[in-house]
Structures are given as C-alpha cells and as structure tokens.
Antibody, heavy 121, light 111 residues
Framework: EAQLLESGGGLVQPGGSLRLSCGAS????????MSWVRQAPGKGLECVSS????????YYADSVRGRFTVSRDNSKSTLFLQMDRLTAEDTAIYYC??????????????WGQGTLVTVSS | QSVLTQPPSVSGAPGQRVTISCTRS?????????VHWYQHIPGTAPKLLIY???KRPSGVPDRFSGSKSGTSASLAISGLQAEDEADYYC???????????FGGGTKLTVL
C-alpha cells in the first residue's frame, strides 16, 4: 500500500526558510506526479506545487511562485519543498500527495498525514 | 477568488440526497479538464472520492457520484449518513503555470 510521510515542519520566523521532505513507499515513486497541498487555519485546501514524474516540469500557485521550490530525488523516493521568504500567510498544514498521472497533474489518490508549518516571531 | 466556485455550505437530513456544485469560468483555458472530488475531515488526510469527473476509486461507496454539464461539475451524495459530515472540495487542472487548483470547499452538515 502506498504510504507518504512528511517531515521538516516547525516554527520559523517571518522571512526565514524551511525545507519539507516527503518519504514515499509502497509504489513506484518515479512513475507519478507528486504535489504539495496546504491548508491554512480556517481556510480551504490549496495546491501549492506539483512536479512531474521525471522532475522536468514544475507548477506553483501564484501565492508561492518565486519563493518556494519543489524537487524530487527518484533514487531515494523523496519529494522536497524548499520554502523561502516565509510569511505568516504560509502558516498551514502541508500535505504531500501522490498523483494518478505521470506527465501532468491530474488527481491525488494518496495523501500523507501532513506536517505543520508555523511562521511567527 | 478561486477558478472553481463551490457553495460554502449545504445540509441535509439522514437518508436524503444532496448535491454540491463546482463551476468554472467558460473562458478558463482549462475548462474542458476533468474534475475530481475529495472529502476532508479536519485533522485527517483528504480522501479522493471521485476522479475523472465520474469515476469512483475502489472502496468508495456508490452513494457518491459525480457528473458534469458544460462548465459545471456536481458531486451527489445519496442516502446521507452522519459520517458524511465533512468538507468537500473539487479540483481540476487549470494551466501550465499553476497546475491544479481546488475549489473553495463546501461544508456538509448532516442535520
């Protein structure tokens, strides 16, 4: 069974950086698009970033483009999200999710339990 | 303002049928893309309910169904149960910059 485990969340000051990781198991990681989805307190789900199976194409929400960078290491079945210039509006639970497609984001059929990122002084 | 518009809330009594709409602008370049639906109970991981507009993953009860007409998709839940009380989100691919987006979410209350 596919499993995803996020790590790297925590408390960070405004303007700071944080790197999230997501370890995958139970499926062929290198065959699927992967995404980061967040939920801020009292808000809905937001697809923050996605990356194709090969890692050649990335996608970003307008709210994070230029500050966040998604990457993956298919040899280690791991997804990353580098978050820079963080603001209070980035405070959220960040979920790692597996897509059902290879070459373009489609639907998310497996989710991790999430990791909490809090941006506060 | 999300590209995908959902009603903020819907409600129904146990046993009833409710529908949740997801509408996108006709001028949206991704308007022909499939729509997918998720159930989210706060504190837990979201769960895929419907993919490809109307397909159900294994394990999802057939009380849940999806459809699409023009630029509006719908999730229907029949035989409403107390355990269905949750937030529901539609999601679709929009463009090559952003990838996918979610609708604003709909809170379902079982009366």
């Amino acid at each position: 069974e596919a499993q995803l485990l996020e790590s790297g969340g925590g408390l960070v000051q405004p303007g700071g950086s944080l790197r999230l990781s997501c370890g995958a198991s139970g499926f062929v990681f290198s065959s699927y698009v992967m995404s980061w989805v967040r939920q801020a307190p009292g808000k809905g789900l937001e697809c923050v970033s996605s990356i194709t199976a090969s890692g050649t194409t990335t996608y970003y929400a307008d709210s994070v483009r230029g500050r966040f960078t998604v990457s993956r290491d298919n040899s280690k079945s791991t997804l990353f999200l580098q978050m820079d210039r963080l603001t209070a509006e980035d405070t959220a639970i960040y979920y790692c999710a597996k897509d059902g497609a290879t070459n373009q984001p489609y639907f998310l059929n497996r989710w991790g339990q999430g990791t909490l990122v809090t941006v506060s002084s | 303002q999300s590209v995908l518009t959902q009603p903020p809330s819907v409600s129904g009594a146990p046993g009833q049928r409710v529908t949740i709409s997801c509408t996108r602008s006709a001028s949206d370049i991704g308007a022909g893309s499939d729509v997918h639906w998720y159930q989210h109970i706060p504190g837990t991981a979201p769960k895929l309910l419907i993919y490809g507009t109307s397909k159900r993953p294994s394990g999802v009860p057939d009380r849940f169904s999806g459809s699409k007409s023009g630029t509006s998709a719908s999730l229907a839940i029949s035989g409403l149960q107390a355990e269905d009380e949750a937030d529901y989100y539609c999601q679709s691919f929009v463009d090559d910059l952003r990838g996918s987006v979610f609708g604003g979410g709909t809170k379902l209350t079982v009366l």
